[in-house]
């Protein structure tokens, strides 16, 4: 069964480094999507993106977040200067094309740290 | 505004007894609605989806869930738990007309399941 696949798996960063987190989607879709669950709390939509660029993000994705897909198969985002409150689980998801794709397949997520 | 509610933050239920997770959402148009579960530490795993069609959906591990347009309602069943089955549990809906990049999905806040032996 294809699987969207991310990496690393957990990851510790002082605060104000930068951090990149990479997914692998499954190989033809064509939507990608991070979302993010700091501990305990719910999964939150960060931004989404097609045919290489951003078509919507939240208010958590400030300056300091950006997402590209540089070689074609890496979706990756990337936090610039990592804060305390970054400290969370970073979900990829993707999704099919076609109109009755509405789901989305998730990763098993990236957890960050950072102190 | 679109938001999805579980009312129950935490549910315990001894095994083998039936299960009820409760799912109302707001919505502005006819949703894609769909119940995740997420083991400790571990991604999401879809359960099971609705579309169109049949009310009554069937997932996987023995769940069910059933829309309920007149009540904005989405609610996940389970017969009889078994401990495996304890995990959080999430509501989400999602738009259901073709929207090119869109159709992010909304998450309820969760429900921790606790099973008793």
């Known amino acids: 069964e294809p699987e969207v696949t991310q990496t690393p798996s957990h990851q510790v960063t002082q605060m104000g480094q930068e951090v990149i987190l990479r997914c692998v989607p499954i190989?033809?879709?064509?939507?990608f999507y991070w979302y993010r669950q700091i501990l305990g709390q719910k999964v939150e939509f960060l931004v989404s993106f097609y045919n290489n660029e951003i078509s919507e993000k939240s208010e958590i994705f400030d300056d300091q977040f950006s997402v590209e897909r540089p070689d074609g198969s890496n979706f990756t985002l990337k936090i610039r200067s990592t804060k305390l409150e970054d400290s969370a689980m970073y979900f990829c998801?993707?999704?099919?094309?076609?109109?009755?794709?509405?789901?989305?397949?998730f990763g098993e997520g990236s957890r960050l740290t950072v102190l | 505004a679109q938001s999805v509610t579980q009312p129950d933050i935490h549910i315990t239920v001894s095994e083998g007894a039936s299960l009820e997770l409760r799912c109302n959402y707001s919505y502005g148009a006819t949703p894609y609605l769909f119940w995740y579960v997420q083991s400790p530490g571990q991604g999401l795993q879809l359960l099971l989806k609705y579309f169109s069609g049949d009310t009554l959906v069937q997932g996987i591990k023995g769940f069910e869930a059933e829309f309920k347009r007149s009540q904005s309602s989405f609610n996940l069943r389970k017969p009889s738990v078994h401990w495996s089955d304890a995990a959080e549990y999430f509501c989400a809906v999602g738009p259901m007309m073709f929207s090119g990049g869109y159709n992010k999905l909304i998450f309820g806040a969760g429900t921790r399941l606790a099973v008793h032996p």
């Open positions: 190989s033809n879709h064509l939507y």
């Open positions: 998801a993707t999704r099919g094309y076609g109109r009755n794709t509405g789901e989305l397949f």
